[in-house]
């Protein structure tokens, strides 16, 4: 009986020693961690509302003949396609869809919100930033790019034939 109760008592103490590491950080958030990350949210400035510049007078590497082209890429869910509008060898993004990716990951709002299509305008290629929390589908946004301008790139190479025939 004594050895269950000194059990019980040492349990109790190392429990009340526990616990008293534990109180709130930041207006009772419950933890350090929790108080850091919401005093730097505070501070810092909101990645999707900084707007992507595009330069009207860049324009895309390579010899790319006129057109509508349609590349995929893999993304984290499914495939992900961009079609793309080249003119006078200047990208315009007209579609970037994609099929699986759920709402949870970063990607579907980039996706959604037109952010991708922004950077690839931007970019005039496949040289875009990674969107947080969707590396996967950066990926598949960038391998959709590329192979809607290999399409681009071989037709402006059977025009270059063509033309030298």
């Known amino acids: 009986m004594m050895k269950k109760t000194a059990a019980a008592v040492c349990g109790a103490a190392v429990l009340a020693a526990g616990m008293s590491g ?16 919401e005093q730097l949210a505070m501070r810092l400035d909101d990645p999707w509302a900084q707007e992507v510049q595009a330069d009207p007078a860049a324009k895309a590497e390579g010899n790319l003949a006129d057109g509508v082209y349609t590349g995929t890429g893999k ?13 006078d060898n200047r ?8 099929e699986g990716e759920s709402q949870s ?3 579907y709002e980039a996706i ?10 931007a970019a005039q290629g496949t040289d875009i930033d990674a969107v947080s929390g969707a590396t996967i589908t950066t990926a598949g946004v960038k391998q959709a790019v590329e192979d809607a301008l290999s399409q681009a790139e071989a037709a402006g190479a059977e025009t270059d034939e063509e033309g030298s025939l």
């Open 22 to 37: 534990c109180g709130a950080g930041f207006e009772g958030s419950g933890s350090k961690d929790a108080a850091s990350a």
């Open 105 to 107: 990951r970063g990607g």
């Open 75 to 87: 993304g984290m869910e499914g495939p992900i396609t961009v079609t793309l509008l080249v003119q």
């Open 112 to 121: 959604r919100d037109g952010r991708f299509a922004a950077m690839i305008e």
């Open 91 to 98: 990208i315009a993004c007209l579609e970037t869809t994609q």
